[in-house]
């Protein structure tokens, strides 16, 4: 399957209706609706029934689904794009009849990345975005959060533990979990990213609700054939620089082991990092709740401010 599957089996597995021909049902707006839809390479049409807020996502079109009595139902059929950033969902009925008079709903504009978002006039910080980081792909969701002058793409996040983060070489390389919630966007999307020079701006929030920041001028991803490899440089902030340790390290998984050491970093720490002997940092790591915090070298981990502990709420994101 692919990241759309990935955010129903992550988030809530129950909505999962048939794996084989992957139908998935939620609760979303419209527009998020067709947003998932858009971005899913499996997804073909939606459903969605004003009335429950229930979105129905099909690997199929209208000819698998019943033609349904429910009021304020719109039915959505994705049409191949002529270009990149031009995909469109299209209503082919609303209600229990076929209509031509429904308005067309059309998939919000997609984007590089959220600079491109941001130099294109879009303000919604949080609103998670259609981005094509590569045009032979599928695109990716992800959450942008804009300021005044910029749009920063968020690439990880941590809150709650809800999304287990030790997983293999191949979930980690195409991502994982729920734009909205725990999140990895993946390797291979952050080597697109990041071919253009990038900054990379962490946040850190501890059981107490304390908060730093650590700030690095150039972040970059290599591509797989270097196993994703990590450059860092330019440290600035008031958490402390824990990555510059990780500086030219191979990416590791449990399953795919690239670092320093003589055993498996990865499958000592419980997730996926650039380790090296073995680490400074594990943002990646378990996430562990206040009365379990400290210590915790286990944990989700940034040794230069607290070592050893596990963060509450961490959250990476790049941008120009």
């Not at 997609?110 to 094509?132: H, I, K, M, P, W």
């Not at 690095?216 to 054939?225: A, G, R, T």
């Amino acid at each position: 399957m692919d990241e759309l599957y990935d955010i129903i089996r992550d988030v809530s597995p129950d909505l999962l209706i048939n794996h084989n021909s992957f139908e998935a049902k939620g609760s979303f707006s419209l527009s998020f609706c067709v947003n998932l839809c858009t971005a899913s390479s499996i997804c073909l049409s939606a459903v969605r029934i004003s009335a429950s807020e229930e979105c129905h996502l099909f690997s199929s079109t209208l000819h698998a689904h019943p033609t349904g009595k429910e009021t304020g139902l719109t039915y959505i059929k994705k049409r191949k794009p002529a270009a990149a950033k031009s995909t469109t969902m299209i209503p082919e009925f609303c209600g229990a009849e076929e209509s031509s008079t429904c308005n067309t709903v059309t998939s919000p504009q997609v984007y590089q990345d959220c600079q491109d978002a941001f130099d294109n006039g879009e303000r919604n910080s949080g609103a998670a975005y259609t981005l094509y980081t590569d045009p032979e792909s599928a695109p990716v969701l992800a959450v942008c959060q804009f300021d005044d002058q910029s749009g920063w793409t968020l690439i990880q996040r941590r809150l709650d533990g809800t999304i287990d983060f030790n997983r293999g070489w191949n979930e980690y390389a195409h991502g994982f979990g729920n734009p909205q919630g725990e999140y990895w966007i993946g390797l291979e999307n952050l080597f697109y990213l990041t071919k253009k020079n990038q900054k990379l701006s962490i946040f850190l929030e501890d059981h107490e609700s304390h908060s730093r920041t650590a700030n690095y001028s150039l972040f970059q991803i290599e591509n797989e054939e270097s196993n994703y490899q990590l450059l860092v440089s330019g440290y600035s902030g008031d958490a402390g620089d824990s990555l510059s340790y990780h500086h030219e390290m191979g990416f590791s998984t449990f399953d795919y082991d690239n670092d320093g050491h003589p055993g498996s970093c990865a499958s000592s720490f419980q997730g996926g990092w650039w380790y090296d002997a073995c680490m400074s940092a594990n943002l990646n790591g378990v996430w562990h709740d206040a009365n379990n915090a400290q210590p915790s070298t286990f944990g989700v981990a940034w040794f230069a401010w607290k070592s050893p502990y596990s963060f509450k709420t961490v959250y990476m994101r790049i941008g120009n």
